[in-house]
């Protein structure tokens, strides 16, 4: 497998990326604040229905807005990664083989060793590298031809690194 493709300087690209990347990270604080905000209304539905309710109403009042503060955490983080990456705006590409992901971003070059891969996510938009449970690097798909995708999802699927 020999797939090489260029990643022209787009002002949206880095946030995009620096979404991707931190969403896979931060995707937790949303269920914890869904959870944590549920648990805090229907406290709150009890508790009007105790005689002491309102001595701990605050409790519950407080897991609501502690749930949607966290819910809208991941949302913050990435908008602030959107706005702060769009100054690193440069030319670069990829060279993936059977044996390593290279990337080229201006003048610094790095690499992922297949090897060191423990699995890869897909969105409609990214392959998402993770070296151990980390989120590594991404693979931009819209970049990709139709037929440089197919051959890495059936690179990704014969060395059973596709996850979900």
């Known amino acids: 497998m020999h797939i090489r493709f260029d990643v022209p300087a787009d002002p949206a690209y880095p946030g995009r990326v ?3 990347l931190s969403g896979v990270a931060l995707r937790k604080y949303g269920y914890v604040g869904a959870v944590l905000a549920a648990l805090g209304v ?3 539905a ?3 229905g105790l005689s002491w309710g309102d001595q701990i109403s605050p ?4 897991m609501i807005v502690g749930g949607v503060l966290a819910m809208l955490y991941s949302p913050l983080l990435k908008w602030r990664a959107r706005r702060r990456s769009g100054g690193y705006t440069v030319d670069g590409d990829y060279d993936i083989t059977d044996d390593n992901i290279m990337m080229r971003s201006g003048t610094e070059t790095g690499g992922i060793a297949w090897d060191g891969v423990a699995q890869v996510t897909e969105t409609p ?6 070296v151990g449970r980390m989120p590594a690097t991404v693979i931009p798909r819209r970049l990709m031809s139709t037929a440089d995708d197919e051959t890495l999802r059936a ?3 014969r060395r059973e690194l596709l996850g979900g």
């Open 18 to 20: 620096a979404a991707a």
């Open 42 to 44: 229907i406290g709150l």
């Open 46 to 48: 009890i508790s009007q």
């Open 59 to 62: 409790l519950y009042i407080a």
């Open 125 to 130: 938009e990214f392959w998402i590298v993770y």
């Open 155 to 157: 690179f990704l699927t």
